[in-house]
C-alpha cells in the first residue's frame, strides 16, 4: 500500500542552526501538508501546498519557515535559524485531490533542538 | 476561539469489550471528520471518516457516530485488542484545501 515517507527519523541539532525535513508524499497526491506535534500535545497545522505554492498556513508558520518541492517527488521543510522551541515531532501529510478529504501522514520526524 | 475537544483523556477497557472514544467540536462550518490512531513513535494513522452529511459510518470493527445537533463525534471500537491500544484524535475541517484541526487526544490502553 504506497504511502508517506520522511527522512530523517531522528534530527538533532544546534540552536542557531538550519533544518531541512524531507517527506516523500504518496505519488499521485496533488496536496502536501507539514503538521507538527510537541511532546505530549496535540497535532497542530503548519502549512499546505499545492501547485507549487502555499495554499494556507497557520501563525506557527513565521518566516523562520519554507517549503519548497524542488523535484517530483519530495517535499521539504526548511527551518532557517531554529530554536528550543522547534523541538517537535514533525509530519508530513498527503491528499489526492480536492474532492478527496482523506489526509495520509507520514511516520514523523522527531527535531530535538539543543 | 473554535476548537476539537475530548471529554476523556485517558480510557481503560479490558480485551474483548468495546470501546468508546468521544469528541466535541465546535466549529459548525465542519463538514468533514476523521479519526486517526497513534501509536507510540508513529504518525497519525487514518482509522475511519464521516461527512456531515451521515450520523453514521462502519468500518471493520469501527463506527463513527455524528452528532450535529450536540456537535458530538464517537469512535466505536468492537471487541477491542491489545493491538488498539493508542492514542486516538479527531479531527475536523471544512470541505476543499483546508487543514486538520485536531483534538487533544484520548489514550486507549487495552487491559489483557
Known amino acids: 500500500e504506497p504511502e508517506v515517507t520522511q527522512t530523517p527519523s531522528h534530527q538533532v541539532t544546534q540552536m542557531g542552526q538550519e533544518v531541512i525535513l524531507r517527506c516523500v508524499p504518496i505519488?499521485?497526491?496533488?496536496?502536501f501538508y507539514w503538521y507538527r506535534q510537541i511532546l505530549g500535545q496535540k497535532v497542530e497545522f503548519l502549512v499546505s501546498?499545492?501547485?507549487?505554492?502555499?495554499?494556507?498556513k497557520s501563525e506557527i508558520f513565521d518566516d523562520q519557515f519554507s517549503v519548497e518541492r524542488p523535484d517530483g517527488s519530495n517535499f521539504t521543510l526548511k527551518i532557517r535559524s531554529t530554536k528550543l522551541e522547534d523541538s517537535a515531532m514533525y509530519f508530513c501529510?498527503?491528499?489526492?485531490?480536492?474532492?478527496?478529504?482523506?489526509?495520509?501522514f507520514g511516520p514523523g520526524t522527531r527535531l530535538t533542538v539543543l | 476561539g473554535e476548537s476539537v475537544g475530548l471529554h476523556l483523556p485517558t480510557l481503560s477497557v479490558q480485551e474483548g469489550d468495546n470501546s468508546i472514544i468521544n469528541c466535541a467540536y465546535s466549529n459548525s462550518a465542519s463538514d468533514y471528520f476523521i479519526w486517526y490512531k497513534q501509536e507510540s513513535g508513529k504518525g497519525p494513522q487514518f482509522i475511519i471518516d464521516?461527512?456531515?452529511?451521515?450520523d453514521k459510518r462502519q468500518g471493520q470493527r469501527v463506527t463513527v457516530l455524528l452528532n450535529k445537533t450536540v456537535k458530538h463525534l464517537s469512535l466505536q471500537i468492537a471487541a477491542t485488542q491489545p493491538g488498539d491500544s493508542a492514542v486516538y484524535f479527531c479531527?475536523?475541517?471544512?470541505?476543499?484545501?483546508?487543514?486538520?484541526?485536531f483534538g487533544k487526544g484520548t489514550r486507549l490502553s487495552v487491559i489483557a
Open positions: 479531527a475536523e475541517c471544512r470541505s476543499g484545501n483546508t487543514p486538520l484541526v
Open positions: 464521516i461527512r456531515s452529511n451521515m
Open positions: 501529510a498527503s491528499r489526492l485531490r480536492i474532492s478527496t478529504d482523506t489526509q495520509y
Open positions: 505519488s499521485n497526491h496533488l496536496y
Open positions: 501546498f499545492y501547485n507549487n505554492e502555499i495554499s494556507e
